[in-house]
């Protein structure tokens, strides 16, 4: 017995003695960083685009919705109820001769007789009887419809309602007059509600409607021709500080099964009306109100480099059964809608895409510097094509760099080959690496690129730690943070070889989830972060231009010293549950005041719509003299410390 206490003492004695230390020197650079590392990947899942950063309130407002691939989640009057009110003798029918455009080829002709017809659009809500218009009491709203008379002796009444058509705003009538034309209205909302748009047509006679919207009046990009987007979404980004914006997918970019889905830029850009509405793999559709031109525009307005996926002539790999890969010669071909859109982005507008852009509002070019050909391709096929497309690009713009594709894993044959492929022939392009893994594996593996050679550069464009399922859901939780964070401090250390780094996904919208975990979880009001946005946000405000030596003797901690001009961050992840007393011995640092910015809490912790700050982030100061400085470093935390060099 006592021997046994005497070796724990011998097993103790280290852990109470000695504080753990970490030395640096601020003049010892190793490493430069990249300018670029922290971004943001965004894809249209779990309701990002329509129903989310995209401001359209209305759900399938032009009657397009028909899933193909997923039948049961949207068809031509998902999202409508339609009824004749009582008393009355109406009905109504999908048509499509003569529609407004040919992109947008089916309309509703609604039919009176005697009373009223009502057409109720309830947004994204899930439930068939919730309304999911989130209004609130006292903002505007702008509204338009297009309408085209069918000697209807009445009018068309407008109102933002709830489920029986009861007004909370007040209605605004129209007579529609002769061929198709557009009319418009701004609504005040009376009060807080999940609110329904209600559209009355009244009297004698016929009417066809198509392209209804409406949009909160405060929103960015109302100029755009997409119509602009959530500002508090929009907000919620900007705060992460992106370097770059990949978008728009993710496996909405291959296309998925047969080459219909396929994501053609040229869809979504131009006047919103005529854009051809596409399947969206993850659910219901694409209407590309926030297409390639806002999202240009998005990537701007964030301060961020605007990075386009494009198709790479193989249809989404995940997917069986899928439709052939393009030919080579249709490959050729395809190439010209790469060169296309590069001219979109940057050509002047004396060119014929240039023009396109200028007549869309932006005269001026994109700052368009990267292309990426492909998401999550591999083998002999898709490099063929990417030989390919890529030749085409660097024939045309030798100044923009393309990105290829690795794969969708971390480890194994797959990514081995592709990797094998691209140093043999590609080992000029940015390599796209997609890998969500769980939570432990990334602290585990927080050196994968320590051995990496440094020529080629490494894109992560989509990463996440997955917790174990919970119920549906993997949770976004501290610990999947922590692990991130971990991580993270491996990517800095490797920034001259990992460039940029892109969480995955990006929003998801309450109800409408296709995937977890997701960095920001948003409903009609409320926007919630999750600890690994906090991470996220941590890390890219505290970017550093060098990596500096340094030596930490313990190995539960993971770190990570970096620099600017002004100032030394000492980043650190404690994954253990236990408090380590930390001394940092920091040479060539003045005396003075460091700053912290820390998140800890209980590995479990995650933020709810209920309870938004459980695990938040906190701030403190830290004294640094001859060059010592004292902390603890809470148990599951990470603290990043910043101390002026000047
Ligand atoms: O981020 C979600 C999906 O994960 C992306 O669409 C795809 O690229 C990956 O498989």
């Known amino acids: 017995m006592r021997k046994a206490l005497l070796w724990l003492l011998v097993l103790l004695l280290p852990l109470t003695a000695q504080a753990t230390t970490l030395t640096a020197d601020a003049n010892d650079t190793w490493r430069e960083m990249s300018d670029t590392l922290y971004g943001l990947f965004f894809e249209d899942i779990n309701c990002a685009a329509d129903g989310g950063l995209y401001a359209e309130l209305l759900q399938n407002r032009s009657f397009e919705y028909e899933n193909i691939l997923n039948p049961q989640r949207a068809d031509h009057y998902s999202a409508w109820r339609i009824n004749a009110a009582p008393g ?12 407004l455009n040919a992109n947008n080829p089916t309309y509703l002709r609604a039919s009176v007789e005697e009373g009223s017809l009502r057409l109720f659009n309830q947004g994204f809500a899930t439930g068939a009887l919730k309304g999911g218009i989130t209004v609130k009491a006292g903002q505007s709203y702008d509204f338009f419809m297009y309408l085209r008379d069918q000697a209807l002796e009445g009018c068309v009444t407008v109102a933002i309602t709830d489920a029986g058509g009861n007004p909370m705003s007040e209605p605004v009538s129209f007579t529609p007059e ?21 559209v009355t047509v009244e009297g004698q006679g016929s009417v066809d409607l198509d392209m209804l919207s409406l949009m909160p009046a405060d929103r960015l990009g109302k100029d755009w021709p997409g119509g602009g987007l959530r500002r508090d979404l929009v907000e919620t980004l900007r705060g992460l500080e992106p370097a770059f914006l990949r978008f728009p997918g993710g496996c909405v970019t291959e296309g998925s099964y047969t080459r219909d889905n396929v994501y053609n830029w040229k869809d979504t850009v131009g006047p919103v009306e005529q854009r051809r509405e596409n399947p969206n793999t993850w659910g219901g559709m694409q209407t590309y109100g926030m297409g390639f031109y806002e999202y240009f525009c998005l990537a701007e307005e964030l301060g961020a480099l605007p990075l386009p996926v494009v198709h790479a002539g193989v249809l989404c790999q995940a997917r069986e059964p899928r439709e052939s890969d393009y030919t080579m010669d249709e490959t050729w071909a395809y190439a010209q809608d790469i060169l296309d859109l590069i001219e979109f982005a940057t050509g002047s507008a004396d060119t014929p895409w240039g023009a396109l852009r200028a007549e869309m509002g932006h005269p001026e070019p994109f700052d368009l510097r990267y292309i990426a050909i492909g998401n999550e391709n591999w083998g002999a096929g898709y490099f063929t094509r990417y030989g390919i497309l890529s030749q085409a690009v660097k024939e045309k713009y030798p100044e923009i760099t393309c990105i290829v594709a690795a794969g969708p894993v971390a480890e194994g044959a797959l990514i081995n080959d592709s990797w094998n492929r691209i140093r043999a022939k590609f080992a000029d392009s940015l390599v796209d690496e997609h890998y969500y893994m769980d939570s432990m594996w990334f602290p585990e593996h927080v050196n994968r690129y320590d051995s990496y050679p440094r020529t080629t550069k490494v894109f992560l464009g989509e990463y996440a730690a997955h917790e174990p399922v919970q119920g549906s859901r993997r949770p976004n939780n501290l610990r999947a943070a922590l692990c991130e964070a971990a991580y993270l401090t491996g990517i800095e250390r490797n920034s001259d070889v990992v ?11 309450e109800g409408q989830v296709d995937w977890t975990p997701d960095l920001i979880w948003f409903n009609g009001t409320q926007v919630l972060l999750t600890p690994s946005y906090y991470v996220q946000q941590m890390f890219a405000q505290t970017l550093g231009d060098w990596v500096v030596r340094s030596a930490l003797d313990e190995e539960k901690l993971f770190h990570v010293v970096t620099r600017t001009e002004d100032k030394l961050q000492v980043k650190l992840v404690n994954l253990a549950e236990e408090d380590i007393p930390l001394t940092m011995h920091l040479t060539s640092v003045p005396d003075g ?12 912790t995650a933020n709810s719509f209920v309870k938004p700050f459980k695990a938040a982030p906190a701030t403190g100061a ?4 001859n060059g010592e400085a004292q902390t603890v470093l809470p148990a599951c935390s990470v603290t990043i410390y910043e101390f002026p060099l000047q």
Do not use: H
Not at 178 to 198: H, I, N, P, V
Not at 499 to 509: G, K
């Open 88 to 99: 009355s003798k109406a009905e109504w029918s999908l048509m499509n001769e003569d529609p």
């Open 178 to 198: 002769g061929a198709w034309g557009k009319y418009t209205a701004s609504f005040t909302a009376a009060k807080d509600a999940d609110a329904w748009l209600c």
């Open 499 to 509: 460039c940029m780094a892109a969480y995955a996904p990006l929003l998801a919208r």
């Open 593 to 604: 005041e460091g700053v912290y910015t820390r998140l800890s809490g209980e590995m479990r």
């Open 622 to 625: 830290c004294q640094i003299a």
